[in-house]
């Protein structure tokens, strides 16, 4: 079973055990949300299916919830249900993968996990990786599912922990509560915000741009560095006190599951994040600068 990484030797070698497999391609663009689609059908590995951040990883139903923000995740029911439609049974191995860094296929990994399916993992180096070793590709709409058998997926225990606004508010300035923010360091800032009403972070919180976690070989980086930059990060803070948030609750995962990969354990999600903190009326906003360069005393 893989859970957390997979190579594209690794899953050859699946593929040719010809064991339960399921590939899942999670492309995306937050720019253009119909981008994703458009590269699935230029090319993806044989056997994928996509599965789109709006439509299949979000929900747009007031009533079917399971957080807030930008892509609010919808109920773990509603999700057992698509996973359940798709053929996706328990003693499948589920692989993800995307051409954006693991940034959106990072949130279908958590969501399985969130749904009690612990056989899932990240192909490492996304679709990138699969075709410069060799992998084949094929075009055009995925092929239909395969028929499934109704109640094959049954949802059970989570595997991965949920943390609600509330909760993050109770308890500000909590020692035993570590937020990281997976957001670009000038939106952490708050000197710039494209995309939220209010510029600034959470109070407290620590930031780690999640692309900090994939190397110049686009894939993520080895398990010994990884762990050194955050334990760096949290400052002798124990990991199981962190939970993990972005913008809209996605690319907070690449920071998640690189601190899985670490060994440093599998924390929390505040899946609401900045979208939903920022729009909750009566909480607490931080911004920071950058500190200015010192005075060159050198100079008459």
Not at 9 to 34: G, I, V
Not at 86 to 115: E, F, H, P
Not at 248 to 276: D, F, H, K, Q, T
């Amino acid at each position: 079973m893989y859970t957390t990484l997979i190579t594209p030797t690794e899953l050859r070698a699946l593929q040719n055990q010809a064991a339960p497999l399921q590939l899942f391609d999670c492309s995306f663009e937050l720019a253009n949300p119909d981008a994703g689609e458009a590269q699935f059908n230029e090319a993806h590995i044989p056997g994928a299916l996509h599965a789109h951040l709006d439509h299949h990883l979000s929900s747009h139903s007031a009533d079917d919830r399971a957080s807030g923000g930008r892509h609010p995740l919808p109920s773990r029911e509603t999700l057992a249900a698509w996973l359940d439609r798709i053929g996706l049974t328990a003693d499948t191995q589920a692989v993800v993968y995307d051409r954006q860094g693991a940034n959106y296929s990072g949130r279908l990994w958590w969501m399985l996990k969130w749904c009690g399916h612990e056989a899932v993992a990240v192909l490492d180096g996304g679709l990138q990786a699969w075709l410069v070793s060799g992998g084949a590709a094929e075009t055009g709409p995925a092929a239909p599912p395969k028929k499934a058998t109704p109640g094959g997926f049954v949802l059970r225990d989570p595997l991965a922990r949920l943390v609600d606004t509330p909760t993050i508010a109770s308890r500000l300035g909590d020692p035993a509560l570590t937020l990281v923010d997976a957001r670009s360091a000038a939106r952490f800032r708050g000197e710039v915000e494209p995309l939220d009403p209010v510029a600034g972070h959470i109070p407290g919180a620590l930031n780690r741009p999640f692309v900090d976690n994939i190397g110049a070989d686009g894939c993520f980086k080895p398990a010994a560095q990884l762990r050194a930059e955050f334990e760096q990060l949290l400052a002798g803070r124990a990991p199981s006190t962190v939970v993990h948030h972005c913008g809209s609750g996605v690319s907070a995962i690449p920071n998640l599951l690189g601190m899985e990969v670490a060994g440093l354990g599998r924390s929390a999600l505040y899946a609401g994040s900045w979208s939903e903190w920022c729009n909750t009326p009566g909480l607490p906003c931080a911004q920071s600068q950058v500190a200015p360069p010192a005075a060159d005393t050198t100079r008459g």
